[in-house]
């Protein structure tokens, strides 16, 4: 008997609250006018889950993924000094098991052969069926590597994937079988309609102990700037994410798939109460083009870009733009005369927001048609015809920093803490400027405006505000002329590339 009494008055405490909280949202409705809640009691939150659950579960996969052992090989030529029988001297010099392991050969057979055996690894996801035919739904990473892929239903049938094709810069991919009859599937739903606070379900094979249903809300949308993807749109939820949830489903109150659960932010290796999916009209199109061509062919245009902040914009007098930091040789943009220092403001009619935008809306345009990118060069609106190309794994290069060994003929530039002289041509070979005019930066003081800014020894500045810059004297001019109060905008060339930097006064 007294077991029961602190469970009946805890009910009623329950009841009790949900009461008060009825009447807390009446008065903040008479306040702020919000729509009557549809929810009218716990219960009808619970049925709301049920249903949901039900409709989406029968869709929801685990997915396995076998790789086998491999043996690694690789070849030393005869000067380098590991080029060395690694069982000389040794006991199992004679053994051929040891042999073939380690590799044969010595000194004067010409190379060795070294070996290194990858044991054999598994892993475990989650995916979503959303063609009864066969097409699976995952996380590029989930199948990434692997050489034998199954797929596990919640009713106990298992079948062997036939194909799997994923996109990394997306972390999206498709996985295929062959079913004997249709299986349950879902439909993608419109992820741009979720709104923070929106409830939401996420659906997957956590920890591998099978499917599993774990509810949240929408935190925040368009995360991005997290590292986990070259393409970051993230819906942010509280719905419970652990390790093997990726590629599951992360589900509306219509059962509709609005996104794909990918990663966790964690301090402790599982659930911290944040995690991401990538939206479902981001992966739909990815989806679409895996099924189509197998592969994601993303259109470019050759630059390296630079995101302006609202001051530059301010400064340079735009409400929009992205810089062009490099141009790499032989691309579209260099075909299309396009220059490092460059302001895209539109591009195909489309503005150009910020970095990632224009980038990614580039990528979704066609290869080998012709656009026209919208310039601001030199405070003057130049249109260039720019013919896009299909990106290929070797688009852009690396950078080498070089040194600088400037002459002591720097002085001081204003208070804004570095020192700075006249490009000569011998600096400029040195720095790889070609036949650049500027004034290059020879040092920069630490702990100051121009160390807070970014600023390094051997950056050449080309302009400052709209003023080109030829000397140190036209910088001394240009920088006494401007209020560093406010913030000085200087265009500066580092190892080939342009940058725009503000930088304030001390």
């Known amino acids: 008997m007294n077991s029961s009494r602190p469970s009946v008055f805890w009910l009623a405490a329950l009841v009790a609250g949900v009461g008060l909280g009825a009447l807390v949202t009446r008065w903040t409705q008479a306040e702020n006018a919000l729509p009557q809640t549809i929810i009218k009691s716990p219960q009808d939150l619970s049925e709301a889950f ?46 051929p098991l040891f042999r073939e392991f380690f590799g044969r050969g010595g000194r004067g057979s010409g190379n060795f052969r070294r070996q290194f055996r990858v044991p054999p690894s598994q892993g475990a996801g989650s995916g ?78 956590p920890f591998d102990l099978g499917t599993t249903v774990t509810a949240g809300i929408i935190s925040a949308t368009d995360r991005k700037g997290l590292d986990i993807n070259a393409r970051e749109h993230f819906l942010q939820t509280d719905a419970a994410i652990n390790p093997g949830n990726s590629g599951g489903a992360l589900v509306n109150m219509n059962a509709e798939v609005i996104g794909i659960n990918t990663a966790i932010s964690t301090r402790s290796g599982g659930y911290d109460g944040v995690g991401f999916a990538i939206p479902a009209n981001q992966a739909r199109q990815i989806v679409e083009k895996l099924r189509k061509d197998g592969t994601v062919n993303r259109a470019f245009m050759g630059v390296q870009l630079q995101g302006l902040t609202a001051q530059v914009k301010k400064a340079l007098g735009v409400n929009s733009g992205v810089a062009v930091e490099q141009v790499i040789p032989g691309t579209p943009a260099a075909k299309a005369g396009m220059m490092p220092g460059d302001i895209i403001v539109n591009f195909n009619g489309q503005p150009a927001k910020d970095r990632p935008s224009l980038q990614e809306y580039v990528e979704t345009l066609e290869p080998g048609k012709t656009y026209v990118a919208d310039i601001l060069r ?59 005019k500027g004034a290059v930066i020879v040092q920069v003081r630490p702990n100051t405006a121009a160390a807070q800014a970014g600023l390094q020894q051997g950056d050449l500045i080309v ?19 401007g209020n560093s109060q406010e913030g000085i905008l200087l265009q500066i060339r580092r190892n080939n590339t342009s940058t725009f930097v503000l930088i304030q006064g001390e």
């Open 128 to 205: 979503f069926v959303i063609d009864g035919s066969g097409v699976i739904v995952t996380n590029a990473h989930v199948v990434a590597g692997a050489d034998e892929v199954t797929v596990k239903f919640s009713d106990g049938l298992e079948l062997k994937a036939e194909k799997w094709m994923g996109d990394s810069v997306t972390d999206v991919a498709v996985v295929l079988v062959k079913p004997d009859k249709p299986l349950p599937s879902v439909r993608f739903g419109d992820s741009d309609k979720m709104q923070v606070g929106d409830w939401v379900l996420a659906l997957g094979n």
């Open 50 to 95: 049920r249903t949901v659950s039900n409709a989406a579960l029968p869709a929801i996969v685990a997915i396995e993924t076998r790789t086998k052992a491999k043996i690694i090989q690789d070849q030393v030529a005869d000067e380098d000094e590991s080029d060395s029988d690694p069982l000389e001297g040794s006991p199992f010099a004679d053994d």
């Open 378 to 436: 030199d405070g003057e609106s130049v249109k260039l015809d720019v013919t896009l190309e299909a990106r290929g794994s070797d688009a852009y290069s690396s950078i080498t920093p070089r040194k600088d060994n400037s002459e002591k003929s720097e002085k001081p530039v204003a208070k804004l803490g570095f020192t700075a002289q006249t490009l000569t041509p011998e600096i400029a070979e040195e720095l790889g400027l070609g036949d650049a």
């Open 463 to 481: 302009r400052v505000g709209k003023t080109r810059v030829t000397s140190l004297e036209d910088l001394q001019k240009a920088v006494a002329a």
